[in-house]
């Protein structure tokens, strides 16, 4: 247990569904962060929040879209996604700034397929 | 453009040493990290460096050098439960991680 959880586990849409993942963080950090990985890739970083404001969005599609309701709490919501959206979805968090450890600590992950 | 280079799949006998290499080009340098990653399951922190040398940590250390971009995990005394991937990271000028795409490690017996 690293200290993140993520619902659901495993999820299979179809590429007219909306669904949405959920992260939740319970160690008090102030940075939250979703990553795609694709089998044989480098993880790809999607959204960064730190202190609840997103500061990083890194050319994602507009299918996807993050919430971050608070410090503890993130979302990520899906809608009309392609086959080549099937992958591990990793949610992270870490501490940012003066006295920060920076390690990010991640989440188990929700494997997403989509047909 | 950024980039981490490591080896795609190393493979490794039970209770040796070994040695996995990690290259990068990246715009500025705050810190370097090594993740393990077993199939199935997140990554985890095994260790961070920032200044040049060496860190060691039980059986794991790694090695920095700056000047040349270049890191090493080190793992001594392997056992099968280190077959994982190995994930190398660097955080750049943004205070971003940049990935490698991981080194599979095989523990044979």
């Known amino acids: 247990e690293t200290g993140v959880t993520q619902t659901p586990r495993h999820l299979v849409m179809g590429m007219t569904n909306k669904k949405s993942l959920k992260c939740e963080q319970h160690?008090?950090?102030?940075?939250m962060y979703w990553y795609k990985q694709s089998a044989k890739k480098p993880l790809e970083l999607m959204f960064v929040?730190?202190?609840?404001?997103?500061?990083e969005n890194n050319s994602v599609p507009s299918r996807f879209s993050p919430e971050c309701p608070n410090s503890s709490h993130l979302f990520l919501h899906l809608h009309t996604l392609q086959p080549e959206d099937s992958a591990l979805y990793l949610c992270?968090?870490?501490?940012?700034?003066?006295?920060?450890?920076?390690?990010?600590?991640f989440g188990p992950g929700t494997r997403l397929t989509v047909t | 453009g950024q980039n981490i280079d490591q080896p795609t799949e190393m493979t490794a006998t039970e209770g040796a040493i070994v040695q996995i290499n990690c290259t990068y080009q990246?715009?500025?340098?705050?810190?370097l990290f090594w993740y393990q990653q077993h199939a199935g399951e997140a990554p985890t922190f095994l260790s961070y460096?920032?200044l040049d040398g060496l860190e060691e940590k039980g059986r794991f250390s790694s090695f920095l050098s700056r000047s040349k971009g270049y890191s090493y995990l080190l793992l001594k005394e392997l056992q099968m439960k280190d077959s994982a991937s190995y994930l190398c990271?660097?955080?750049?000028?943004?205070?971003?991680?940049?990935w490698g795409a991981g080194t599979k490690l095989i523990i044979k017996p």
């Open positions: 992270a968090s870490s501490q940012e700034g003066a006295g920060g450890s920076y390690e990010q600590y």
């Open positions: 160690l008090g950090h102030n940075a």
């Open positions: 929040y730190n202190f609840k404001e997103q500061t």
């Open positions: 990246t715009s500025g340098f705050n810190g």
């Open positions: 460096n920032v």
């Open positions: 990271a660097v955080r750049d000028s943004n205070y971003q991680l940049i």
